[in-house]
């Protein structure tokens, strides 16, 4: 399978530039299972999809300001720093935009205050010693710019900095959101509660990875970037639990698939914290949910790969092609679609 496979024509103005002023406002493709017709929903309409005993499981992961701004000292050269992930110690492994590649041992004045050190440079990534006053994530909180995707063409704004999280985030260490998980407020939340239905969290740091594009056209050569989960023993048990009573597993977002099936030995769900860079394409067989709200992604990439996984390439395909007629907004800020899982 080819990296082509999974091409389709998106219009440039239907990538979301800004959120909506709800969060659960947005479209809703549904997609029954088979080859029933697409159905054309909103957010705030999910449970009546859901039924008592299912269970959401979320990404409780919090997106840091990731992203800063600063000069090589001596030559004075512009520079951008992405952190990729936080190390211990100060550090940080992160990408860095500059004419010329910082080499180890080069310093970089940061606009806001402090100085970064390279240490070395491993592939796409460097690592960095931050000098900084205080603690590297505290002064990230103050000094850091929210890492906006680079196909939303503008600043970040005062309002990104809410509406680029969850509202269920809590563990810091991504630098993108779980963007299926940005649909939901309170409101729905306080629904599905009344409707029966339970959550769980699971929790992946979303990395740098996620934006970069599949460089192969055969997808078997393509390795992932590798990014850290935390599957725990109580998100199991409730699992279990709920299949045992028939209800159904619903996964917000790719990210909480990619969780859950790196935790997944012989079909069997079981407590994981570590690096996953599990690579779900079609023919690899999900069980670890039974049905999937995640938004549009990007054509050719790796979660369109996942997506097509959990309900079919061609299905998938003909649902973006509606989703693009019908003119839904894509990618982070944009809408959201409802997959039932491959039988």
Known sequence: MKKSDFRFDLPQELIAQAPLAERSA?????????????????????????????????????????????????SGGRVEILIERLLPGGEARAQVGASKTPKPGNLIELDAGGVAEVISRDESFHRLRFHVDGELESWLAKAGRMPLPPYIQREPGVEDAERYQT?????????????????????????LRARGVDSAHVTLHVGAGTFQPM?????????????????????????????????????????????????????????????????????????????????????????????????GRERVLAAYAHAVRERYRFFSYGDAMLLSRNA
């Open 26 to 74: 947005s479209r809703m493709l549904v997609v029954p299972p088979g080859d029933g017709g697409f159905q054309d929903h909103r957010v705030h309409e999910l449970p009546g999809f859901l039924r008592a005993g299912d269970l959401l499981v979320f990404n409780d992961t919090r997106v840091i300001p990731a992203r800063l701004f600063g000069r090589k000292q001596g």
């Open 167 to 191: 509202l269920f985030a809590r563990a810091s260490g991504a630098v993108a959101a779980p963007t299926a998980g940005l649909h939901f407020d309170q409101p729905l939340l306080d629904a």
């Open 215 to 311: 460089r192969v056209d055969d997808i078997r050569e393509h390795r992932m970037h590798s990014e850290w989960i935390n599957v725990g023993a109580a998100l199991v048990a409730q699992v279990r639990r709920t299949r045992a009573a028939g209800g159904r597993v619903v996964a917000v977002g790719t990210t909480v698939v990619r969780a859950m099936e790196s935790a997944t030995v012989d079909g069997e769900l079981h407590p994981f914290s570590g690096e996953t860079s599990i690579f779900i394409v079609p023919g690899y067989r999900i069980t670890s949910a039974d049905v999937l709200l995640t938004n549009f992604h990007l054509p050719e990439s790796t979660l369109l790969m996942l997506v097509s996984a959990f309900a």
